[in-house]
């Protein structure tokens, strides 16, 4: 049996542990909310930009643009959204698992694709294993705002244009509640499936000054405005997922303590029951 | 008297609504004025300054990166920033004109970087526009 001391040192370490964990879920908690708001008022942005790209892309037959057609696979781009910090359960673990699956069932060669990533937790899970990654963020606060990612969305989009790959999927948690949150697959460009935002009223438009000019401001737009939609999805499912594992640990540092005053109560009645004897038979032997 | 509605859009959120009587944005092909009535209608915007006039009062937006797309008794305006005139940030739009002025000095033309900087510039020199109003 451990030694009464030694039980007594790790009860303090465990509910100075608890401690941590603790104000890391409520921190959790409350970035979270923000999350969920920021999530929000980019829904009017998303759904009125996919008003009027599928009204366009539907709207009139004779459109074309590079975007909206498939062409031949010859390289493939991925983009996968992780955290910049760990302790958030399987949040990571299991995007890049997926990833990594797919991406060795698709392809023979690290020519065959490229991976941009956001997170520092992904990015060093590709670099150790040699996948090439073509652009990353790291360092990202947990508060995006589009200017943030602007720049990586628009080289990710200006890659498709120029060639680079000829499609490109996008990977990340989908935010569905506090304690669930699904793993998401993407498929970004080129756009082949345009909703049309529930489909009411598609006015036919005016096009100043022509459908393929709009198209060409439109579409880059629309599908950098994808890339930040899924980013502001992630984070929220980010925080959700850290603020349940965070809460697991807290309850299991809960019971640890328990099981460990048991045991220490039980260690202190046994050497009290032990002394006892002791001085009792020392009595004994005097007399 | 006949208004439109007026929304602007940003992916970080909304930043204005309200009515207007006219509204005049500078698309890619010239200058729009759109008053109630108007036929619907998609254009892009260039970066510069977007005005909604109601009665006496006019409200100025600085814009960059967005369009702007038009029902009868409707105008939506879906931009990348749109900001007020009180809430530009003067010292940064400054330093970002200067540093923007500095990479077109250095950087050669017909690159991205020349057409990047010179976007900047651009966004730089509207919002100090607005602001000093």
């Known amino acids: 049996m451990a030694s009464l001391r030694d039980i007594k040192s790790r009860i303090t370490s465990t509910k100075k542990t608890k401690q941590i964990t603790k104000a890391m879920q409520m921190v959790s908690a409350a970035k979270l909310n923000r999350a969920e708001m920021n999530a929000k008022s980019f829904v009017p942005y998303m759904e009125k930009i996919q008003e009027v790209v599928g009204s366009i892309a539907n709207g009139s037959s004779g459109v074309r643009h590079p975007m909206l057609e498939s062409r031949e696979v010859k390289k493939t781009g991925y983009v996968v959204i992780t955290s910049d910090r760990g302790l958030a359960g399987a949040y990571n673990s299991s995007v890049l698992r997926h990833v990594y699956r797919t991406i060795n069932e698709r392809h023979n060669s690290t020519d065959e694709y490229a991976i941009i990533v956001a997170g520092k937790v992904g990015l060093s899970f590709f670099k150790k294993r040699g996948m090439p990654v073509v652009e990353s963020i790291v360092g990202l606060s947990d508060q995006p705002s589009f200017a943030d990612i602007k720049d990586i969305a628009s080289r990710t989009v200006g890659m498709f244009e120029d060639g ?23 498929k970004l460009l080129p756009l082949t499936n345009i909703e049309t935002g529930g489909g009411k009223s598609l006015a036919s438009y005016e096009y100043e000054p022509s459908e393929e000019e709009i198209l060409e401001v439109l579409l880059p737009q629309y599908a950098e405005s994808l890339i930040y939609g899924a980013l502001l999805d992630a984070k929220a499912a980010e925080h959700a997922s850290r603020m349940t594992a965070m809460r697991s640990a807290t309850d299991n540092a809960d019971d640890l303590i328990g099981d460990l005053t048991l045991s220490y109560n039980r260690a202190r009645q046994a050497s009290i029951t032990q002394e006892l004897t002791e001085i009792v038979s020392g009595a004994a032997a005097l007399e | 008297m006949n208004t439109l509605d007026v929304s602007v859009v940003t992916p970080d959120g909304p930043v204005y609504e309200g009515e207007a009587e006219m509204v005049s944005v500078k698309g890619t092909s010239g ?25 006496a009062d006019t409200h100025v937006l600085a814009v960059s990166g967005g ?51 010179e976007l900047a510039l651009k966004r730089a020199i509207n919002r100090l526009d607005l602001a000093g109003k």
């Open chain 2, 31 to 55: 200058e729009l004025g759109i008053l109630p009535g108007h036929i619907p209608l998609v254009a892009p915007l260039t970066i510069n300054a977007v005005r909604f006039k109601n009665g």
């Open chain 1, 164 to 186: 680079a790959f000829d499609e490109l999927y996008l990977y990340y948690n989908h935010y569905v509640s506090a304690i669930q949150q699904d793993l998401t697959e993407k």
């Open chain 2, 67 to 117: 369009f702007v797309e038009v029902r009868p008794k409707q105008v939506t305006i879906l931009a990348e920033s749109a900001e007020l005139p009180s809430d530009i940030d003067v010292e940064r739009a400054r330093a970002a004109k200067e540093r923007a002025e500095q990479r077109l000095n250095q950087a050669k033309q017909d690159n991205v970087d020349f057409k990047r900087a």
